[in-house]
């Protein structure tokens, strides 16, 4: 899911709101979308394409139309062809891409070619129907939707003097050579400069597929190497290449997402907790995308959906028994962070990222202990030289000369690393704040780590210089006693909490050792896991992850 919190709510710290049920119009003033379904990003962006196959995996042909405003499919033709292929009204050329697998690119790979250029016949059609039969007709014929009008076109010429050269051959009196505006698109069957269908709704409508000839089965089709439940839009943003979004029922879309970020193997409490984790991030993130067409993207972004490949009966379960749950805070809905493991304690969102949400509050976490053997790298080290730390900090624009030591010169009150100090030869030193600003630019896995190496040595009063060890060292307690520090030193930091005081290092190469994976705030999957084990349900786990919270 996503490493970075985009942005705090303010929220009154009052009692949870208990509502056995909410109407209709209290779902929507709490920001839960009304439609089943979810538009999710797949290729987009610079990585928009030329053109998108698609083949049948459950189910056979394609319904080809539109989705309206509220992502209900309108159907304006079909093909029972198994294997198709959306393409930009450019021409293109099909041939081996880069992923392996071939389709149609801009760059002339092989002699099958679909071409921009068209010869439109005279007449206009009320239903998509009347304009394939009359498309049979004509060699090369294919019906076209522009604007609302279904009229029947033929050929797929490169050039505007193919295409004429065509039409003088042709001979049929009205008939003229076409080309589509910036937004339109074609359907072929893959492999071939074979149009089935032309789309053309401008900037207003982009064409939409839903696999499948009716409703009668739940489909699956294969896009770049996944499958996929549902349908698909394809939009030439700003007349470019094509966006394609896999426009799929929510339950279907959290199904999924459940399968990626736990093992479908896992307790199904544990997947139960990820559902409705899953669902109330994507409810409380939805519409992030709204300016690229979508709403969520597929990745860690938002959340990591690798289609419908790893469900099983575990995951549908988990999706359908929780199906409509969220975790909801002060009557709204939250944002629930999760990430891998915590290495023994969660840490607050305001450590973190900044800001402040009340349910996103630290938390000493006794059960990954109980199956660290589970884990893979739970324990983990970095060894850095210092010319490669300093090197780190010149590149964030920082100007380190030959670094002398670093230390840990903040931990949060859960033991987290919450404050990183460099200092080099000259006396410079430079502190980075913020758990997952120190996790992220050492390149760890998690804010729970120490520093040692160099000639190691604890750090007195930020005057830069280090004590080796604390033998033959006092301190003095706030009645003015003098006494002699021995055993394993504990500071008090400027909040007044007691922290394990941590020796900084000096030297010429520096260990960082750690526990856990990933930023800490909110679920632990594999906490959720020791603790669906333990016998826990998934409301158990999520009211131990996130603080004052109902599930509803």
Known sequence: MKKKLMKFAALALAAVLTLPALSTDAVRAAGIPMSASIRIGLTYGSDAVPGANLLNSTGSGYRLGYYDDSLNFVQLGYTTETGISVVKTQNVWYGPLSNGLSGYTDTQTSSIAVGCYHIQLPGAYSTFEEAAAAAVAVPGGFPAWTDGTYTVRLGAYLSSEEANTALTALGVPDAAVC??????????????????????GDASRSLGV????????????????????????????????????????????INCVISQEMSPSWPVEALKAQAVTA????????????SSGFDLCATTHCQAYPGAGSVNDNTYRAAQETSGQYVWYNGSIAETYYFSSDGGATESAKNVWGGNLPYLVGVEDPWEATVVSKISNYNWSYTFTADELAAKLRASGRNCGTLAGVRVSEYTANGNVRALTFTDTSGSSWTITGCDSCRIFLGV??????????????????????????????????????????????????????VLASPGSTGD????????????????????????????????????????????
């Open 279 to 290: 669902r109330s991030y994507a409810a409380s993130c939805t519409g992030r995308h709204t």
């Open 179 to 200: 080309g589509t505006s910036s937004y339109g698109v074609s359907v072929v069957k893959t492999g071939t400069s074979t149009i089935l269908f032309q789309f053309d």
């Open 509 to 552: 190469s520096f260990t960082v050792s750690g526990t856990g994976n990933g930023h800490n705030v909110g679920m632990s999957q594999w906490g959720a896991y020791a603790m669906a084990q333990a016998g826990k349900t998934y409301v158990d786990i999520l009211k131990f992850y996130y603080t004052g919270v109902e599930i509803r």
């Open 445 to 498: 896995n998690s804010p729970r780590f120490t520093i040692t190496g160099g000639s190691g040595g604890y750090y007195v009063n930020e005057d830069g210089s280090a004590l080796s060890s604390v033998s033959g060292a006092y301190a003095i307690d706030g009645s003015g006693n003098v006494s002699a520090i021995s055993g394993t030193p504990y500071v008090i930091t400027g909040s007044g909490t007691e």
């Open 210 to 253: 839903m696999p499948g000839l009716d409703n009668s089965v739940k489909t699956l089709t294969w896009y770049a190497k996944r499958k996929y439940y549902g349908g698909f839009r394809y939009q030439r943003v700003s007349g470019g290449n094509l966006t394609v979004v896999n426009v799929v029922d929510r339950e279907d879309y």
